[in-house]
Nanobody, 127 residues
Framework: QLQLVESGGGLVQPGGSLRLSCTAS????????IGWFRQAPGKEREGISC????????NYADSVKGRFTISRDNAKNTVYLEMNSLKPEDTAVYYC????????????????????WGQGTQVTVSS
């Protein structure tokens, strides 16, 4: 059974850092693009980053570019999202998602292009 599990969320002060993990099981992980999305209260889910199957290509939304870094370790079936210089507006539930492609494509931020989703992890940025 294909499964994605996020971890690493929590409460952090503005300017702080967190590292989220997305660990996969039940499928051939290194055939899949992995995306990170987030949903703040009262807002639509937003695609914020994606990494291709081999970890060579990454994309970021403008809202997180320069502050967040996505990476993956295929030997551990895990994708990471390093988040620095966190702001209160980064407060959201963060989700990882997987889709079976070798390339990232211009639709990397589109929810419907991902077939598999984790349950989410809460990130709260507050003093």
């Amino acid at each position: 059974q294909l499964q994605l599990v996020e971890s690493g969320g929590g409460l952090v002060q503005p300017g702080g850092s967190l590292r989220l993990s997305c660990t996969a099981s039940g499928f051939t992980f290194d055939y899949y693009n992995i995306g990170w999305f987030r949903q703040a209260p009262g807002k639509e889910r937003e695609g914020i980053s994606c990494i291709n199957s081999r970890g060579e290509i990454t994309n970021y939304a403008d809202s997180v570019k320069g502050r967040f870094t996505i990476s993956r370790d295929n030997a551990k079936n895990t994708v990471y999202l390093e988040m620095n210089s966190l702001k209160p507006e980064d407060t959201a539930v963060y989700y990882c998602a997987a889709r079976s492609r070798a390339w990232i494509g211009d639709d990397w931020y589109v929810e419907s292009s991902y077939a598999y989703w984790g349950q989410g992890t809460q990130v709260t940025v507050s003093s």
